[in-house]
């Protein structure tokens, strides 16, 4: 009976409620009649479903925990850095001339030694060839045959050096003869003077001879060697690889004339590339030359192996980090120079750690935390991460071996009443 009275009540209340203030009751008449019927109703007392109700919600929540535990795990430092090149050259022509024929382009892969381009080759050929007559006439002119391949000669056995030879002996012969007859009182004192003056003419006319032989030797070392230098640059005609690579730039065409050291082509190794990273100050003592990487590119799930091979002598200043390189495999060329790489270097292979399952973990405003059970309550931890291998995360302070974390703590707070579910 006194639920109907307090429904009737009700009802007049919000007839009254209508005529004083329409907008309100059209914008949610029938949410404020649900919500006063069911206050009104649930005014009296209590039946025993509602007291049943209530009891259920007092009781702990059931939760899943897990005992965290000992592992053994790799310790690593993650760093970021730029994958460059290990080589990278702009070819160019040690020569100038027109270019005859460029066989790369862009993304070309070419090997060492590889022809790149060519120059066309009537010019060099040209030099050759004069050059090749210069030595002949040098060759010549010391009585060499032209068909003999000997550099060297005796200059006793040149045709200059006997005629000057023979003219002294006849000379001295002459000399000798009119110093008898001097004497012997046949001929004159300046007879013998002149016989005198004609040997010293013929032995500085020898010693000239001499010199000469010697002379046009050495004009046929200069022009063999501008025979070599003509051949040379016949071959320099052809720009060839220095190293197995891809072409990243070409910026010459054929038919174009170009100077030496214009830039024709950028050549790019691929394999191995050159990891610079920067590692924080309070990571640099653990790192030396010879440790494992493992390198990681984005858009990649792929994993490259590499190795530490250099480390910076000094921390910079500004930045409060070391430089390292690394050296990393990349024979299939699947990675490209310039690349953003995220690496691991491993400090060491076999460390013992504790980890706790990943969902475990509780992270707000950079904090993070783990949830415990203890004597029936939740107990909240503050702890340090390591790294994360699959779905374990390392804890490297703030829990020990053998506390049980929740495993999926969801909204719950320090201090919950809780019960372990089996």
């Known amino acids: 009976m006194s639920r109907l009275v307090s429904l009737d009540l009700v009802i007049a209340d919000l007839r009254w409620t209508r005529r004083v203030c329409p907008m309100f009751l059209a914008s949610a008449p029938a949410l404020a009649l649900f919500a006063l019927v069911s206050g009104g109703c649930g005014g009296g007392s209590s039946s025993p479903a509602a007291a ?16 965290a535990e000992r592992r ?20 160019s022509f040690k020569v100038p001339g027109r270019i005859e024929h460029i066989s790369v382009d862009l993304g070309s892969r070419v090997g060492a030694g590889q022809v790149v381009a060519r ?14 007559a210069a030595v002949q006439q040098s060759r010549a002119r010391l009585g060499l045959d032209p068909s003999d391949a000997a550099a060297r000669v005796d200059p006793e056995s040149t045709p200059l050096v006997r005629q000057s030879r023979a003219v002294l002996d006849e000379a001295t012969l002459s000399y000798d003869r009119i110093k008898t007859f001097v004497d012997r009182g046949i001929s004159s004192r300046a007879e013998l003077d002149t016989a005198n003056a004609a040997l010293k003419v013929a032995d500085g006319r020898y010693a000239d001879a001499i010199e000469e032989v010697h002379n046009r030797q050495a004009v046929l070392a200069q022009r063999r060697s501008e025979l070599e230098l003509a051949r040379q640059q016949l071959t320099d005609a052809a720009l060839l690889a220095p190293f197995p690579g891809t072409i990243r730039e070409r910026t010459a065409s054929a038919g174009q004339y170009v100077a030496a050291g214009a830039p024709i082509a950028t050549l790019v190794r691929m394999h191995p590339l050159r990891l610079q990273a920067d590692v924080p100050e309070r990571d640099a003592n653990s790192l030396k030359v010879g440790q494992q990487v493992r390198v990681r590119v984005e858009g990649d799930s792929r994993e490259y192996p590499g190795r530490v091979v250099r480390v910076s002598p000094a921390i910079d200043e500004q930045s409060r980090s070391l430089r390292i390189e690394a050296e990393v495999a990349n024979e299939a060329g699947t990675i490209r120079p310039g690349s953003f790489a995220t690496a691991e270097v491993i400090i060491a292979a076999q460390a013992p750690s504790i980890v706790v399952p990943a969902s475990s973990i509780v992270a707000f405003a950079g904090v993070e935390k783990v949830l415990t059970v203890g004597n029936g309550q939740v107990v909240e931890k503050r702890v340090s991460l390591g790294r994360r291998e699959g779905d374990a995360v390392e804890i490297l302070e703030g829990l020990a071996v053998g506390d049980r974390v929740i495993v999926t703590p969801g909204n719950m707070v320090d201090g919950e009443k809780v019960r372990v579910a089996p």
């Open 52 to 67: 049943g109700k209530g009891s259920a919600a007092a009781e702990p929540a059931p939760v899943t925990v897990q005992a």
């Open 119 to 132: 120059l066309a080759p009537v010019d060099f050929q040209l030099q050759v060839q004069q050059a090749e």
């Open 72 to 91: 053994t795990l790799v310790r690593a430092v993650t760093v970021t850095g730029t994958l460059a090149a290990e080589d990278q050259v702009a070819m």
